[in-house]
């Protein structure tokens, strides 16, 4: 019952409220996305819905007019390409609050795995293990708040399993203020950051392995 009707009831009735209590911070938010880089305020980007189906998800731009569509991890250097409110609004999620439209749509929840992009073959693979393609994407969810930006895709796609084996709604709940905290913390933000945990532990595997070889000499 509650996967079938009331998750996308209350996904209608807290998006509908969502846009109309946030449409004037969202209206100035518009204004200078639109004063900072000269383009459209919204950008639009193909998405993997549920069942591998695909959707246009809206986002305010962060990013300069002429960056590459290509996920944030695989640019060279991303902190060239973010206007200078972008950052700002990465940080603070405040560019994914577009996505209460996709959410009162059908195409999202606001509970579920986020989205890949269409050509995350890999993360898509990987959720296809856990039959996390099968149930709708969300604006947050169960990865999102243990690690968010800083996962390696075989950790994102597990945790994504987790969700879809464990969803109800006490567990919607646990994401919902989960997010929250860490919005507020600005926990695992990190531009480009995918596998951001593997790589700080090996970074502190090979410090100590230098480190042990010095003290040998």
């Given at each position: ?145 243990n690690g968010r ?49 593997k790589k700080a ?17």
């Amino acid at each position: 019952m509650y996967k079938r009707f009331v998750k996308r009831l209350i996904d209608i009735v807290l998006s509908f409220l969502g846009i109309v209590v946030l449409l004037l911070p969202m209206l100035i938010l518009i204004a200078v996305i639109k004063i900072s880089d000269p383009g459209p305020a919204f950008f639009k980007q193909k998405r993997v819905g549920q069942g591998k189906t695909y959707f246009k998800l809206i986002k305010f731009r962060s990013m300069k007019m002429n960056t590459p569509d290509i996920p944030t991890h695989l640019l060279e250097n991303p902190d060239q390409y973010i206007t200078s409110i972008g950052k700002f609004l990465r940080k603070t999620s405040l560019d994914e609050l577009p996505q209460l439209f996709n959410i009162f749509v059908g195409h999202m929840s606001i509970i579920g795995p986020r989205p890949a992009l269409w050509n995350q073959d890999d993360l898509v693979a990987e959720r296809d293990k856990y039959g996390a393609n099968d149930v709708k994407p969300g604006l947050t969810g169960w990865a999102q708040i243990n690690g968010r930006d800083e996962l390696e895709i075989p950790l994102k796609a597990k945790l994504d399993g987790e969700y879809v084996e464990k969803m109800s709604f006490l567990f919607d709940c646990k994401c919902f203020f989960g997010t929250i905290t860490a919005v507020l913390k600005s926990d695992g933000v990190v531009e480009g950051g995918t596998g951001e945990i593997k790589k700080a532990e090996e970074a502190a595997a090979e410090a100590a392995e230098a480190e042990k070889e010095t003290a040998e000499l």
